[in-house]
Each structure stands twice: as C-alpha cells, then as structure tokens.
C-alpha cells in the first residue's frame, strides 16, 4: 500500500454482537466500550504524561467538528480542545478594536514576524487591502497568542494548514508556541465530493425554529408530496412550529458548485500532508467500498439514507430507509458511514500513536 492510499480501518469486532443505537448516547457510549475500550484506556494514559496536537485536515463539511468532538467526550472534555483557525479568526475581526488594545494583541505584535510591516498585515486581516493575501506568519502569531490560553490542554487544530506554505510550517510549530515536548501528528480525512454535494444540496431549515434536516439523510416524522410540482417536501415536528414547510437556504440547490475551487485546495493539502515523512499520520475514511463493507462494518454502522414513494390510492407517504451509497472520487460505488466507526478509525491509530514505546 503507498502512503497515498487511505486504509480501511474496520471497526466489525466478532466478539461483539450486540446492535447499537448511533444515535443514543447511552448505547454510543457502550458500543465505544465494547468495540475500543484498550484504545480508549491507552490514550487516556498516554495523555496523563503529555500532551498531542493534530492537525485536523479535511474538506469543508469533512465532519472535523463532529469526529473531535465525541473523541473529546470519550477521553475528557477537559483535557482536549478543538480549535477552529476559522472561528478564531472570525472572533478576533469582529472584536479587533478590543483585542489589539488588549494584552492580547500586545503578544501579537510581539510574535509577528513577517514579510510584511505589522501595521501592513493589520491592513490585509482587516480587508482594508486588496493587493494580496495575509501572510501565514500574522495567522500563526495569533495561534501562538490563542495557544497561551488554553493551559498545555491536547489541541484538535482545524484549519491550520490552510495553505500549501502552511504545512512547513506545521512541522515546527509546536517548537514555535513553546510546546515542543507534545506529540503532534496530521490527521487527513478522506470524504467523496458526492458526499458533500448531498449534505448541502438536500439540507433543509424549519422557518420558525431554524432547526436543520436533510430530505435525504435526515427527514422529519413529517414527509409530504407535492403532486403539482411532483417533489417530496419536509414540514417540522416541532410542536410550536405548526408543522412549518421546511425550505432550503438560497443556493443550496447548487450543491459543491459554488465551492468547487475551495474543495480542491483542500484536496491539495491533503495530499501533500499525505506524502510527509517524520510526523504520524492519521487517515480516516467517510466512505467504505459495498464489496467490503460486511467484512469491516455492522450494518448499523452505515450512514442510512432515505427515499420516498407517494400513494396516490391512500394519499400516503411511504419511507424508505437503506445505506446510502455513493460514488467515491474514484467513481467506487460506496457506503457513507456513520460517524462513530470513523472515530473507532481515529482511536486505533491515535493510540498507536500515543501509546508508550
């Protein structure tokens, strides 16, 4: 296998036969249990001597939010943190009068070192300038300034690398923020644009109570047909909406087209993290092939998807539930799976990773 392949990390277990309810906490927390509870134990008492961090990199709606967050959940909330660049970044600009009057930004303008002038820099970050990108440097003195804060804690790093000069960078940049004692590692993630297209192309919102769902994927208890404009449509369940028509935001019938380019670069990155030598590197999959899906998953650990049929005799909407399959960007025909066999994909190998040598 050469480092560009993705591997299949299955999480079928023999001995466990019992079926889990992704959905319920209570039954995700036993299947976690039963089908990695060594990993989980490992990890937790690597992380009692030191400290690690990934850098979380995938595509926009990967699910990098979603997979650290129930990994923190298993191992402890307090000892880990999931740091959106993006997010940070966003906070900083909306408050930059503040920040760069407080001791915070005093620490930034002690960290910059760029190419640019530091007032310069401001310039670019504040949009104030058109002639060209900021520079990496004023992004990785504001993450040595937010690192300050968060007390030594494990750090899910998403967004960082987010250009291709980036992720130089990143093999230092644990040295750079004083944290050079800490594991770091790169974890990719492997998700098929038709995955992405469907999340976005399908996702539906109520009106009254803003709560998502997707047609496909995620359908109220209230599914109907419009027989004049022949579609299925989703009304809330929400008791307080008055059963509200659920509509989809402006574009989103557009799927990927609109961010095409951005999932490229993103691509990009990926691959180019996916041929480093010196650091560990985590490959997690979205996706598995239906030839060897029986052999690596239990069924319930497919992403179900949902189709409908009107009858028109009884004026009814019948539900139809199966895995949802999709093409990979290989054109393999494929299950989506469920988050929490990706996460057993992310302990086997973090533990491999933190464990003792």
């Given at each position: 296998?050469?480092?560009?392949?993705?591997?299949?990390?299955?999480?079928?277990?023999?001995s466990?036969?019992?079926?889990?309810?992704?959905?319920?906490?209570?039954s995700?927390?036993k299947y976690?249990?039963?089908?990695?509870?060594?990993?989980?134990?490992?990890?937790?008492k690597?992380l009692?001597?030191?400290?690690?961090?990934a850098?979380?990199?995938?595509?926009?709606?990967?699910?990098?939010?979603?997979?650290?967050?129930?990994?923190?959940?298993?191992?402890?909330?307090?000892?880990i943190?999931?740091?959106?660049?993006?997010d940070?970044?966003?906070?900083?600009?909306?408050?930059?009068?503040?920040?760069?009057?407080?001791p915070?930004?005093?620490?930034?303008?002690?960290?910059?070192?760029?190419?640019?002038?530091?007032?310069e820099?401001v310039?670019?970050?504040?949009?104030?300038?058109?002639?060209?990108?900021?520079p990496?440097?004023?992004?990785?003195?504001?993450?040595?300034?937010?690192?300050?804060?968060?007390?030594?804690?494990?750090?899910?790093?998403?967004?960082?690398?987010?250009?291709?000069?980036?992720?130089?960078?990143?093999?230092?940049?644990?040295?750079?923020?004083?944290?050079?004692?800490d594991?770091?590692?790169?974890?990719?993630?492997?998700?098929?644009?038709?995955?992405?297209?469907?999340?976005?192309?399908?996702?539906?919102?109520?009106?009254k109570?803003?709560?998502?769902?997707?047609?496909r994927?995620?359908?109220?208890?209230?599914?109907?047909y419009?027989?004049?404009?022949?579609?299925?449509?989703?009304?809330?369940?929400?008791?307080s909406?008055?059963?509200?028509?659920?509509?989809?935001?402006?574009?989103?019938?557009?799927?990927?087209?609109?961010?095409?380019?951005?999932?490229?670069?993103?691509?990009?990155?990926?691959?180019?993290?996916?041929?480093?030598?010196?650091i560990?590197?985590?490959?997690?999959?979205?996706?598995?092939?239906?030839?060897?899906?029986?052999?690596?998953?239990?069924?319930?650990?497919?992403?179900?998807g949902?189709?409908?049929e009107?009858?028109?005799?009884?004026?009814?909407?019948?539900?139809?539930?199966?895995?949802?399959?999709?093409?990979?960007?290989?054109?393999?025909?494929?299950?989506s799976?469920?988050?929490?066999?990706?996460?057993?994909?992310?302990?086997?190998?973090?533990?491999?990773v933190?464990?003792?040598?």
């Amino acid at each position: 296998m050469s480092k560009a392949d993705f591997p299949i990390i299955g999480a079928k277990v023999k001995s466990v036969t019992e079926t889990f309810d992704l959905t319920n906490p209570d039954s995700v927390s036993k299947y976690f249990e039963a089908k990695t509870g060594k990993e989980i134990e490992i990890i937790k008492k690597a992380l009692e001597k030191g400290n690690f961090i990934a850098y979380f990199v995938g595509k926009k709606n990967a699910g990098k939010g979603t997979y650290s967050k129930i990994f923190s959940n298993l191992i402890g909330k307090d000892k880990i943190v999931h740091l959106s660049v993006g997010d940070l970044v966003r906070e900083i600009h909306a408050d930059w009068d503040n920040y760069i009057k407080g001791p915070k930004g005093k620490k930034l303008k002690e960290f910059y070192r760029g190419p640019l002038e530091f007032d310069e820099a401001v310039e670019r970050f504040l949009g104030r300038s058109a002639s060209a990108l900021l520079p990496s440097e004023f992004i990785i003195a504001m993450l040595r300034v937010k690192f300050e804060e968060l007390d030594g804690k494990s750090v899910f790093l998403d967004g960082f690398p987010r250009e291709i000069d980036q992720i130089s960078a990143s093999l230092y940049f644990k040295e750079v923020i004083g944290r050079g004692n800490d594991k770091d590692m790169y974890v990719l993630i492997d998700i098929p644009d038709s995955v992405i297209n469907e999340r976005i192309k399908f996702r539906r919102i109520c009106p009254k109570c803003q709560a998502p769902r997707n047609i496909r994927l995620l359908p109220t208890t209230l599914v109907e047909y419009d027989e004049k404009n022949d579609e299925f449509y989703l009304k809330c369940d929400n008791p307080s909406c008055d059963k509200a028509v659920m509509v989809g935001k402006e574009g989103d019938d557009l799927g990927i087209e609109p961010i095409k380019e951005r999932l490229a670069k993103d691509q990009q990155i990926i691959d180019k993290a996916n041929e480093l030598s010196g650091i560990p590197i985590i490959r997690l999959r979205n996706s598995v092939p239906t030839d060897v899906a029986d052999e690596n998953f239990d069924n319930y650990e497919l992403t179900p998807g949902f189709s409908f049929e009107y009858d028109k005799e009884n004026k009814a909407v019948k539900v139809i539930e199966s895995p949802w399959t999709v093409e990979d960007n290989k054109g393999v025909k494929s299950y989506s799976l469920m988050p929490a066999p990706v996460v057993v994909g992310l302990l086997k190998q973090m533990s491999e990773v933190l464990k003792e040598e």
